[in-house]
């Protein structure tokens, strides 16, 4: 059940704008529950500065939703304490000291630059964590980092270095190029030059040989995430969140017939959860949408509300 004032989501529930246009016409064959909360909801549009935020739209609203100050610091350093909030790990951290996450990454040539795969596309066991974890922390000896477990898809660092906070998310890096985002901060020089010692650790490392035998791609780099001291900013709970992420991958593949298939299956378990007037929140990479149910009014039997919701949608400003 969906309690009133939560939140439903789509992740990449909101086409680009370019192809916007012809999704809308689509609606009411695909999604006419949806369609019909649409036209009955007062609509707001966030369009997000990806060069100051350094994040998706989605992380952007999550962080937000969270309270997050943007006067702190830019939302992509707020992300590891997101994180340990989610997994209630806050209160194992040291307070005063900065807070940062390494992820598990895929990184590979590409025709416009090097492209990032995220851990949560690669599939990583806790075993295979462990392994190329052990490995990794023998490479730290002489140098101002420290490794320690944290997850399968991420480990904590410990650092003697300021690095800086301006490390993208692997989200948004997966859906640009690593190029855009690589920092050459001379901070940062100790960790680019850990960072190709690990690289190399990891190219033919017996893990990755493992993984490739059975069709996955290697794990062959680390990228940073958070930055921040926990004393900076406490994450508050949320509203209830119900997230549908059906719809990403054929986002970000451009398959749109495809998603208007996984917005069918949606369509259909949003009827009982719509009865309780949530909230609803439609991204993409730029962009994000909230919606909410209007009260329904007398006159509304003979004037219907202008969905104002279209044009954001078709605009996206």
Known sequence: MTAANSYIV??????????????????????????????QSKSDMTAIDLSQSRCTAFEYWQVNQAQFSASTAKHNAALALLLAAQQQNLSKLAS??????????????????????????????????????????ALCEGTPFQLKPWSATHWQLLSDSDLPLSFASSALVSRTTVNDWWDQDPNSRDWRRFVNEIQMLYFDH????????????????????????????????????????????????QDWGRWLEQLRMIDQQL?????????????????????????????????????????????QS
């Open 96 to 137: 005063d000291r900065p807070f940062w996450l390494v992820e598990l990454v895929h990184i590979a040539p590409a025709r416009d630059g090097a492209a990032l795969i995220p851990a949560k596309d690669l599939l990583i066991s806790q075993e295979q964590s462990h392994d190329l974890l052990r490995s990794a922390q």
């Open 206 to 253: 017996p893990i990755n040989q493992q993984r490739q035998q059975h069709g996955y791609p290697p794990i062959n780099s680390l990228w940073p995430v958070g930055g921040l001291c926990p004393n900076a900013w406490q994450p508050q709970p949320a509203s209830s969140v119900q997230i549908f992420t059906e719809l990403s991958e054929p986002a970000l593949r």
């Open 271 to 315: 009827a009982p959860l719509l009865v309780h007037n949530p909230s609803l929140m439609l991204s993409n990479t730029t962009h994000y949408q909230t919606l909410q149910a209007q009260p329904k009014r007398v006159w509304h039997r003979f004037i219907k509300p202008t969905p104002v919701w279209r044009n954001h949608w078709l605009a």
């Open 10 to 39: 789509l992740t990449e529930g909101l086409p680009p704008a370019t192809i916007a246009a012809e999704i809308i016409k689509q609606l009411p064959h695909y999604a006419p529950t949806l369609l019909n909360y649409l036209d």
